[in-house]
């Protein structure tokens, strides 16, 4: 049973590039959570999504940033126009459908994206 | 989600107990006290959870003070590798769903 799956697990970008991060969730999760983890700070939830349903999306950035979790296939973490202070550990995590789940969520190893 | 309090930094030499203390004063009666920590570049990692008894698991084992209002986290026998940033976060099993994580312990295992 895999765990989270994030890739690229590194992304080095360009200012004014976009960057796109995929996270798969574990089997049988359909909640996917984005934090994002700048150097040296604790953890920023950014948002929070059931299949092709946004449900809380509070910690975006109202411009640039985008998520996406298609009835097929991975979470999407889209930023455009990648600027230097988007650089950091974009980290995604998952649960099962019943919102009593006994373990919280299970988190995967991150996606570390550096503008240059 | 109620915020908790954590000291910054914590020192447990190998092999001793590590006790890590979670103040979450405003708790409200339908939130759980769950734990988590980061080893240095990887994700989070849950640890335990509790509502209002102590729980234990392979990992560690979680404290509730009976007015819920603080708890204690303790590793019984930390090792190098139990040296991460840990995390308390309260959370209520319903409604909103997102972890509010604090800026936690950095806790050093020292050998």
């Known amino acids: 049973n895999a765990g989270v799956m994030q890739n690229p697990r590194h992304l080095v970008r360009r200012r004014g590039q976009e960057a796109r991060l995929r996270c798969s969730p574990m089997k049988g999760h359909s909640h996917v959570y984005w934090y994002r983890q700048l150097p040296e700070e604790g953890l920023k939830f950014m948002v929070y999504?059931?299949?092709?349903?946004?449900?809380?999306e509070s910690g975006m950035p109202k411009e640039r940033f985008s998520a996406e979790f298609p009835k097929e296939g991975p979470s999407i973490l889209r930023i455009q126009q990648v600027v230097r202070g988007d650089s950091a550990a974009y980290f995604c995590a998952s649960s099962p459908p019943s919102q009593r789940s006994n373990y919280g969520y299970t988190f995967g190893s991150g996606t570390r994206l550096t503008v240059v | 989600d109620a915020k908790t309090t954590q000291p910054p930094s914590m020192d447990c030499a190998e092999g001793r107990a590590a006790n890590l203390p979670c103040n979450h004063s405003t708790i409200s009666g339908n939130e759980y006290v769950y734990w988590y920590r980061q080893i240095h570049s990887q994700g989070p990692q849950y640890i335990i959870h509790?509502?209002?008894n102590n729980e234990t698991n392979e990992m560690a084992s979680l404290i509730i003070t009976e007015d819920r209002k603080s708890s204690t986290l303790i590793l019984p026998h930390a090792t190098l590798r139990d040296t991460a940033v840990y995390y308390c976060?309260?959370?209520?099993?319903?409604?909103?769903?997102?972890?509010?994580f604090g800026t936690g312990t950095r806790l050093t295992v020292i050998p």
């Open positions: 976060i309260v959370r209520a099993q319903t409604g909103a769903n997102n972890l509010f």
């Open positions: 509790g509502l209002k």
């Open positions: 999504l059931q299949k092709e349903n946004i449900i809380d």
